[in-house]
């Protein structure tokens, strides 16, 4: 019994590892693009970290954008972004 409850547990560490590392989606207007400091901000206020060799050629201010990012060292770092429609 002691021994499947500490698969259990470590099998359940696992999973939640793993969804921590799930690309997540979000929708807005751009309110601020940043290239110098990497930043991309959303009307709403999130703030998404670029990486550094993202060119953000033909977005600007008010640009309703797809970010796809992760979370890492509890910061919202953008691994795609695209025109949403």
Not at 10 to 38: E, M, R
Request: no cysteine; net charge positive.
């Amino acid at each position: 019994m002691r021994k499947s409850l500490v698969t259990a547990a470590f099998a359940a560490s696992i999973i939640s590892a793993t969804a921590a590392f799930a690309a997540t989606a979000d929708v807005g207007p751009i309110k601020t693009l940043d290239q110098a400091k990497h930043q991309l901000i959303l009307t709403d206020g999130k703030v998404f970290t670029l990486p550094a060799a993202w060119k953000g050629t033909g977005f600007k201010v008010g640009d309703k954008v797809k970010v796809t990012y992760q979370i890492q060292n509890g910061k919202m770092m953008a691994s795609e972004v695209s025109k949403a429609s």
